[in-house]
């Protein structure tokens, strides 16, 4: 008999809580992360109002320093905490399988100078079309638009480029390349960066469209990933027969493994919230665990280092969180979390290396508070413990802790 019947996990793409200990190995820009916090600098430089998650107990999460505009609550609705990496890695899929129970040894390739000349004429020679070699290397997923997209609009060349992460992002006009043909391309790719020297974690597609001057791009994105390299927390609820139900890029990141139900690509955070709420109120989603993810922090703005639209979409899911709350049964979990920080104010355009907050509510809960301090990859060791099934590699359950 599970604790809780449901349970609902909600990564905030980016939202850490500030510099993890070991944050000073880690750099942006050339730039220690020691100094790093996101929601810290964002609440400090342009005021932070997020009433509902402070009311789960957001303002009492121990740091050195409190939220500046996030109070502490006397009285809060839930529990509340914040975790630590363990993995060696700072990106989405890092975050995302520790959070599933995985310990990452061994971080994925990454090309700071760009991908060599072996890669790219593999590419050329399948799609029968050239790379721009001078967008080859860490660059703004926008700029680089805004920089090659003119050029590629006349010759049809594709815009390779990457990041601090270790992905193999691939932008293309969709009036110049066709969405599909540019999956393809992407997904021979992904079949050439399956093992060192050149083991990435994502190929993403970046479809875009507009005129030069005024490029945007669309929610035709697609993320291939690998697998997993052990079974995570998904892969035993799949196994055990429960619902496991995927919101955003939450599939693509697991490359599908352990998902059986899979909501969709969300166009926005909004839209994901709506998919989310979709799944909590369909009558077939009696029992299990649904994984969502929210990228629009990270990807509209963390890296793109804008606070104040950093700010306004904490703004925005904070508005919609008692929509979520109303979907809950009473014997349903609600889990808020992130995977990785990305500080708006700090140096470079990446991710940074700080804790993630952890936020829990039920309507069932007797008791509220701080849970202890732990690491990522307790929240999946909470989940197996509730639904009896084995943990993955790390973490430690603290399900009873949750009264």
Known sequence: ???????????????????????????????????????????????????????????????????????????????????????????????????????????????????????????????????????????????????????QMETGELIIYTSADPVLQIAAHEDIIPVEELYRICEFARSITLERPALLGRIITRPYVGEPGNFTRTSNRRDLAISPFAPTVLDKLNEAGIDTYSVGKISDIFNGEGINHDMGHNKSNNHGVDNLIKAMTSEDFKHGFSFTNLVDFDALYGHRRNPQGYRDCLHEFDERLPEIIAAMKEDDLLMITADHGNDPTYAGTDHTREYIPFLAYSPSFKCSGLIPVGHFADISATIADNFGVEKAMIGESFLDKLV
């Open 1 to 151: 008999m599970s604790k809780f019947n449901r349970m609902h996990l909600i990564v905030l793409d980016s939202v850490g809580i500030g510099a993890a200990p070991d944050a000073n190995n880690f750099v942006n820009a050339g730039v220690p992360d020691g100094a790093s916090d996101t929601l810290g600098h964002i609440s400090k430089t342009v005021g932070l109002n997020v009433p509902n998650m402070a009311k789960l107990g957001l303002g009492n999460i121990p740091r050195e320093q409190p939220l500046k505009t996030v109070p502490a609550e006397s009285n809060p609705t839930g529990y509340a905490t914040k975790l630590e990496e363990v993995s060696l890695g700072k990106d989405t899929m890092t975050g995302h399988w520790e959070i599933m129970g995985l310990n990452i040894t061994e971080p994925f390739d990454t090309f700071w100078n760009g991908f060599p000349e072996e890669i790219l004429t593999q590419i050329e020679e399948f799609s029968g079309r050239k790379v721009i070699r001078e967008a080859n290397k860490p660059y703004s997923g926008t700029a680089v638009i805004d920089d090659f997209g003119p050029r």
